[in-house]
């Protein structure tokens, strides 16, 4: 465990996951990342998605290749409609390929349950979406520590201290109280990247996490993605931003449900 | 098709469940008009019987009258009589089992050619010599379940049973129709075979049909008919005051309205509650067009023609829902008919349509939803442009005092918290949802209570009598001078009370006159003034005191006079006493002994015992009753029984019937009400479908999920039973009122803290079973579909 994440056991049936550590280390205070890694952390071969609407069926991925090393800050691009979202999701298990296999951390989640992926994702992703979906009944604070109270991985007292660290990376430490609606849009946003956190995920995945931004407030934001790159996670984002696409180490492109050479 | 009937249709495709759901609910909506229809499907149905059976405009009795066919010819061209039907009654017992229970024998002089009161034959033959016909009611509610090709043994005037073939089932709306107090065994005879069981030939009653049938030209013919025969025969009295039917009336119709009027309250809090609801689901269809609303604004459309459009929607749903609910609201009438004709009348009511109550429920079904819908779209095609086009990701919700206050509970589960909050979030529809389980749980709760104090009236009735049988002369004719001697030198019978009954009129209104001892065997209940005294008894003092009904009708209070008319014309009495006694469902008269035997120009005569036995055991109250039985009837009286444990029994479990089934209309409510939590965590699974798929993103398990919409929806249905305990004890307390003020029964009011802990078990239980479907729906959603929907 380099980086002193706690090991969550990821069995669905477990009722309180073992933590051997708890995540109440400061951000600054964490390991570095392990670049000497042998397997990559996510790995697709030959994915393939297709959906069916009534007697329509539209092939989204038609066999993805691609590995994501540990560590790396990456960029999926492609025109509208080429499947750069479903990659992602294929690779947070938020949905199921129809053909190939999907490796991350080590793990084949193309074979996990649904109760399996929803406990890894608590414990091992977080997930930045485009419209933020905070819930609106609760605070700043509650949204950011809704992935431990769902985990339970850290004591109940522990949580609010752990989501207020979140809250202060950042930069919205005094609005810990506040709800959804009295906050804008930016301000969403980064309690959504709080929320990402909560666990301390190995992986931060974003689906146009600035799609819903000013450009100043987007750059803001994909500063902090950088910051957190920095200290050792690994950021997937999907952008149609070139500009955003070129600060990335570096970049996928998804053309037609393939990945371009 | 154009584009806009296709959104139409398609608006209303895209979401199955919840289109289904308002259908279903405005169906019920309809169906509970339908249940208005029952008064008047039971009248047309009690019509076909009434002309089927040609029921007598007017019944006199008499003692038993030899009438040759010249007589008979002679009363039927008295002028305005249509019809005359001679029938010979004989009370008397029959064996059923090993007990022997009351029994009326009919003699009919021709059963192929009757012309009033015509008792018809459902299976086998007319009887024959020595042969009887069983009521159709016999089997099913009387426990005398000898059958066509059985044999029935009757106990003839003489004491000796006689052993009649059982030739078929017939039924007769005036003699077998089950007033449900009315548990004598009904058979129908020859003429010839009811004189032999009764030892002497002659009628009992005469059933005329009259061409003018209202009440004056009525009481003419009785006249004219009783001065016929005192001119052809050796009759001189009739026993009792004739008894003249209203016209359009039939038995048991004024019991049967009583009824009906409560159902008409069952209908309108169904009705409400359901348009509640129909107006809630209107609101939240609007509502989740709000965005598509402000595109449409957005492109150029006008509100008139988004207003349009949403109200054709809106039509779509009522014309589907109409049609839906009118072919159940006439299942739902003609069950609830049939179930109370054959209760009732022991009749089969068949099927049939209210014409006028189809249109009803047919314009209500087809309007509800536009009507319901305007607010909605007002709202909606005002809401600024920018306001509905912008989309934040995060719902709204959160703001008000209701959120505020919930956030305080932080103690419990954070899914449990989330499902606690989200009830401010569509507090409208919360609130429609809160009201109507408060409306079902107000309903449950005040028919168990109307059951429950009708159940503990009728107790009391009972408790009030100090005699364990009560005997009964045939036709209220007068015992023998002997008659009380004969009872008091049976074994096992320790005092015997004679007491005289006679039907009267009362200020223009037919009642029940009891001529009663200064001391009956029996609560007085004096609630005003006093009871008549052993003076007035020995002085025959014009004295009455008024049953609470009677002297509510007539306005007549302590120290008025009442003029009570007899057989023997009027005469006038003081009123010195109200009862609270609910005899005649607290109509009846309640006179000195002697009075009343003066009035009626019959000293000395009496018609009723009253007898204490000197057991309590059930057992020996049988044989006692057995014993003065075959002593009377040894004697030459014809008495019927009633012994009071078996008719307290009989009587409680007939009230429960009536209670139990008006409760199952009462279901209708709960149904609505359980529909409404239904479509409200229906609503609450549709709406969040992608706030459900980001739970899942970040670790929420279906569990986390269950819970969240489990505890919104356990809320709102505790909530509204907490609403619905105080509704429910108003409510118990207009029902009681309103009985009181149909039937005329004074009903006892209990609210055992018992049923509010049923209420609640029900409704929690109901709730969990409803919410099932919509749980499952929540957990199982893919989270990459469910953040796709929204």
Redesign the interface.
């Known amino acids: 465990m380099p980086r002193g994440m706690p090991a969550t056991r990821l069995d ?1 049936t477990e009722t309180e996951p073992q933590v051997v550590s708890a995540v109440s280390q400061p951000i600054a205070e964490r390991s570095p990342v392990d670049e000497g890694r042998e397997t990559p952390l996510i790995e697709l071969r030959g994915v393939e998605k297709s959906y069916r609407t009534g007697t329509v069926e539209y092939r989204a991925l038609r066999g993805v290749d691609l590995t994501i090393e540990a560590g790396e800050m990456v960029a999926v691009v492609g025109p509208s409609g080429s499947g750069k979202s479903t990659v992602l ?1 294929m690779i ?5 390929p129809t053909a190939g296999t999907v490796t991350v951390d080590g793990r084949r989640i193309d074979q996990m349950t ?2 399996e ?3 890894w ?3 091992r992703v977080g ?1 930045v ?11 700043a604070l ?1 949204n950011a520590m ?2 431990l ?3 339970r991985a850290v004591p109940r007292r522990e949580r609010p201290e752990v989501a207020r660290r979140n809250l202060e990376l950042v930069g919205l430490a005094d609005r810990a109280g506040n ?3 009295e906050l804008s ?1 930016g301000q ?1 946003q980064r309690v959504a990247i709080a ?2 956190l ?2 301390d995920p190995p992986l931060l995945v974003g689906d146009e996490p600035t799609g ?1 931004l000013d450009s100043g407030t987007a750059v803001e934001m994909f500063d902090l993605l950088e910051r957190l790159n920095a200290r050792g996670s690994t950021v997937l984002y999907v952008t149609h931003d070139r500009d955003l696409a070129a600060r990335a180490r570096r970049t996928i492109t998804i053309r037609d449900g393939l990945v371009e050479d | 098709m154009t584009a806009a009937v296709r959104k139409s249709i398609r608006d209303l495709t895209r979401r199955k469940a919840r289109t289904f759901f308002t259908i279903l609910t405005l169906a019920l909506a309809v169906a509970s008009v339908g249940v208005l229809a029952v008064p008047a499907l039971m009248a047309e149905s009690m019509e076909r019987e009434v002309a089927a059976n040609r029921l007598p405009d007017v019944t006199v009795t008499m003692a038993p009258l030899v009438l040759s066919p010249a007589d008979l010819a002679a009363l039927r061209g008295l002028p305005n009589v249509a019809d005359v039907e001679p029938r010979a009654l004989l009370v008397t017992r029959v064996w059923s089992g090993e007990r022997r229970e009351r029994a009326v024998v009919v003699g009919v002089p021709d059963f192929g050619r009757q012309s009033v009161d015509v008792v018809s034959i459902d299976s086998g033959v007319a009887p024959g010599a020595g042969e009887v016909l069983t009521d159709r009611n016999n089997a099913s509610r009387k426990s005398f379940d000898v059958a066509a090709g059985g044999v029935a043994r009757v106990i003839g005037s003489d004491g000796q049973a006689r052993r009649l073939r059982v030739s078929g089932v017939g039924r007769n709306l005036t003699n077998g129709e089950s007033d449900l107090s009315n548990d004598w065994i009904t058979l129908y005879a020859s003429a010839r075979t009811v004189a032999e069981l009764a030892g002497r030939p002659g009628v009992t009653s005469l059933n005329l049909r009259l061409r003018d049938d209202s009440r004056a030209a009525a009481e003419r013919t009785v006249a004219a008919v009783r001065d016929e025969l005192r001119a052809r025969t050796a009759f001189t009295a009739y026993d009792d005051l004739p008894t003249i039917q209203e016209p359009g009336s039939y038995p048991g119709k004024d019991g049967f309205e009583s009824l009906a009027s409560l159902f008409g309250i069952i209908t309108l809090l169904a009705l409400v509650s359901a348009l509640v609801l129909v107006s809630n689901t209107m609101t939240t269809l609007i509502g989740e067009q709000t965005g598509e609303i402000a595109s449409m604004k957005a492109i150029g459309a006008r509100r008139r023609d988004i207003r349009r459009l949403y109200l054709r929607t809106a039509l779509i749903l009522g014309v589907v829902g109409a049609i839906v609910g009118v072919a159940l609201g006439i299942a739902l009438a003609n069950f609830v008919v049939g179930y109370f004709a054959s209760l009732f009348f022991g009749i089969d009511a068949g099927v049939s349509v209210s014409v006028p109550v189809v249109i009803l429920s047919l314009l209500l079904g087809i309007a509800g939803p536009p009507l319901a819908a305007l607010p909605a779209i007002r709202r909606a095609t005002r809401l600024p442009l920018s306001e509905a086009l912008s989309a934040t990701g995060s719902a709204v919700g959160g703001q008000g005092r209701l959120d505020a206050a919930l956030r305080r509970l932080d103690r419990i589960p954070r899914s449990a918290q989330i499902g606690l909050r989200s009830l401010g979030r569509r507090k409208r529809r919360n609130l429609a949802t809160v009201l109507q389980v408060a409306i079902a749980v107000a309903t449950l709760l005040g028919l168990l209570s109307i059951g429950t104090g009708v159940g503990e009236t009728t107790r009391q009735w009972f408790d009030d009598n100090d005699y364990a049988v009560w005997v009964q002369s045939v036709q209220s004719r007068p015992f023998g001078a002997e008659a009380e001697a004969v009872s008091r030198a049976a074994e096992g019978v320790d005092e015997v009370q004679s007491w005289l009954q006679n039907r009267v009129r009362v200020e223009g209104r037919d009642a029940e006159a009891w001529g009663l001892p200064a001391q009956p065997l029996m609560d007085t209940r004096i609630r005003e003034g006093r009871w008549h005294t052993r003076a007035d008894v020995a002085g025959a003092e014009r004295v009455a005191v008024l049953g609470p009904t009677l002297a509510r009708v007539t306005g007549k209070g302590i120290g008025d006079d009442v003029v009570v008319v007899t057989g023997n014309g009027p005469s006038t009495f003081r009123v010195v006493g109200i009862t609270d006694n609910q005899t005649d469902n607290g109509g009846a008269l309640f006179l000195p002994l002697t009075a009343l035997q003066e009035a009626l120009g019959a000293p000395g005569a009496v018609n009723n015992q009253w007898i204490t036995t000197t057991s309590d055991d059930h057992d020996a109250i049988d044989r006692v009753t057995t014993r003065v039985e075959d002593a009377l009837a040894a004697s030459g009286e014809q008495v019927g029984t009633l012994v009071t444990y078996d008719l307290r029994e009989k009587q409680v479990a007939a009230n429960g019937q009536i209670t139990t089934s008006i409760t199952i209309l009462g279901m209708l409510i709960v149904a609505i009400s359980m529909v409404a939590l239904v479509n409200t965590i229906t609503m609450s699974v549709l709406e969040r479908t992608r706030e459900i798929g980001m739970l899942r993103s970040v670790g929420a398990r279906a569990r986390d999920v269950r819970r969240i919409f489990a505890t919104e929806g356990f809320a709102v249905a505790v909530t509204g039973w907490l609403v619905g305990v105080p509704l429910g004890y108003g409510l118990a307390r207009a029902l009681g009122w309103a009985v009181g003020q149909t039937v005329g029964i004074d009903v006892a009011f209990v609210f055992p803290i018992a049923y509010v802990g049923l209420a609640l078990a029900g409704t929690v239980a109901l709730a969990l079973l409803v919410m099932l479907a919509p749980l499952r729906r929540a957990v199982r959603l893919r989270p990459g579909d469910a953040l796709r929907m929204g």
């Open positions: 669905a999701n947070t298990g938020i949905d199921r649904e109760e992926l929803a406990v994702r608590g414990a997930v979406f485009q419209f933020f979906q905070l819930l609106p009944t609760l605070t509650e809704l992935p109270d769902f985990s709800l959804p609606f849009g969403q929320r990402a909560a666990a819903n």
